[in-house]
């Protein structure tokens, strides 16, 4: 055999024994490796969807606060949870939001496996649209809008309050009194009795004067009149109602939407109001911590959209934590009828999507050092449920 030849034969035996054990060792660890990054798990990573329209945007940005408060309570500052990485991307609302006749391909739209709806009704309902269409899971955290459908979604969950629970809860409770005047926009989802309640209906079109003209017409048929409403505008007559028309503070029924809705109603301490959340009701530790960091850092109280963020934040961990995955479709299969604490107290969703939240029964209270009236429990009342 030639010195060229035998080279090439050893050259040859030495490829061949590399082969057989050389890549043993580089496809072990590789397999291994891939093993290992099978095995951990996935990173809960959520598009935030960012309305940058003139008034919701404030409204966006409180909702997205609160929801990065949510997972920096849960995770206790490391933004990790059950071991795996959390983080949440804003995502500012492109062409598929905004134009109705835009069909997005799904490479437009976020990459990520679940989405925190914006707050405007519309936006929201297109997200849950996309959202069920290429597998996200929509949280709704604040579009309390009586027509929004989420139960035809199986994707999408509303972790805020919805305006038909509202009514009903007000409507049960002042409809106690024995001679109520109810007053409800056009389309409410409340029907009175008519045999025992005075209503009125109201339109956008409708004025305060001419809304007061009529309670006050139908006061005077009453021994006892008492007033129940959800309509807001009607709380800037509060002074025509109690001066003019002559109802007393506790025979009136109103929704307390936000803190800011409680400065004009000082002046009437005694008015019954419904809230479903206050800085110090309910009392927990959730919304104790949410209360004592929005006053450190922000130098404020949370408002309602803040802790609408941090409720839908809880939400998802909780299911996270639960179900064990962050696909969509398995998550989506756990959330019904999971509870979960938040700082409204402890919720849970129905099989439609609502949540099952309480609405609280208050006074409102006179409190000197404040600039607004304090919604104070009403004793042996306890909250009224909604969705049961």
């Known amino acids: 055999m030639s010195q060229s030849t035998q080279s090439n034969a050893i050259q040859s035996v030495r490829t061949q024994n590399f082969s057989r ?3 043993f060792p580089i496809i072990l660890v590789t397999l291994l490796l891939n093993s290992a990054w099978a095995d951990s798990p996935r990173p809960i990573a959520v598009a935030l969807l960012e309305d940058d329209t003139p008034v919701f945007r404030d409204y966006t940005e409180e909702q997205h606060l609160g929801f990065l408060l949510g997972l920096e ?3 206790e500052g490391s933004m990790e949870w059950q071991g795996r990485p959390v983080s949440a991307h804003p995502v500012p609302a492109g062409g598929w939001f905004r134009d109705e006749n835009y069909l997005p391909d799904a490479h437009e739209l976020p990459d990520f496996s679940i989405w925190i709806a914006p707050v405007q009704a519309r936006y929201a309902h297109r997200a849950m649209q ?3 269409a290429y597998q996200r899971l929509t ?4 579009s309390p809008a009586n027509q929004l459908p989420v139960a035809q979604y199986d994707l999408a969950f509303r972790t805020f309050y919805r305006w038909q629970d509202v009514e009903a809860g007000l409507y049960e409770w002042a409809s106690e009194q024995e001679d109520l005047i109810w007053v409800s926009a056009v389309d409410s989802s409340v029907r009175p009795d008519f045999f025992r309640v005075a209503n009125i209906d109201v339109s956008p079109r409708s004025s305060g004067a001419s809304v007061i003209a009529e309670v006050d017409d139908l006061a005077r048929l009453m021994k006892n009149p008492a007033l129940g409403s959800t309509w807001p505008v009607l709380l800037d007559w509060l002074p025509m109602l109690s001066d003019d028309v002559g109802l007393a503070s506790q025979n009136m029924y109103f929704w307390l ?5 409680l400065v004009p109603l000082r002046e009437f301490s005694g008015l019954q109001g419904l809230t479903y959340y206050y800085y110090d009701l309910p009392n927990n530790d959730a919304n104790t911590w949410l209360v004592r960091t929005m006053l450190e850092r922000h130098d404020r109280l949370p408002s309602h959209y803040v802790v609408a963020g941090m409720t839908a934040a809880m939400a998802l961990l909780t ?3 639960e179900a064990d995955t962050v696909d969509a479709e398995q998550l989506a299969a756990h959330l019904p009828d999971m509870a979960w604490d938040s700082p409204r107290g402890v919720l849970s969703f129905t099989a439609a999507g609502e949540t099952r939240q309480p609405l609280y029964r208050t006074e409102l209270r006179l409190q000197r050092q404040l600039e607004w009236a304090r919604p104070v429990e009403l004793d042996g009342q306890g909250p009224y449920w909604t969705q049961p």
């Open 21 to 23: 054990t050389g890549w």
């Open 130 to 132: 996309y959202g069920q």
């Open 73 to 75: 309570y849960l995770t």
């Open 257 to 261: 939407p936000d803190l800011a809705s």
């Open 139 to 142: 949280l709704v955290p604040a």
């Open 319 to 321: 299911a996270v934590a």
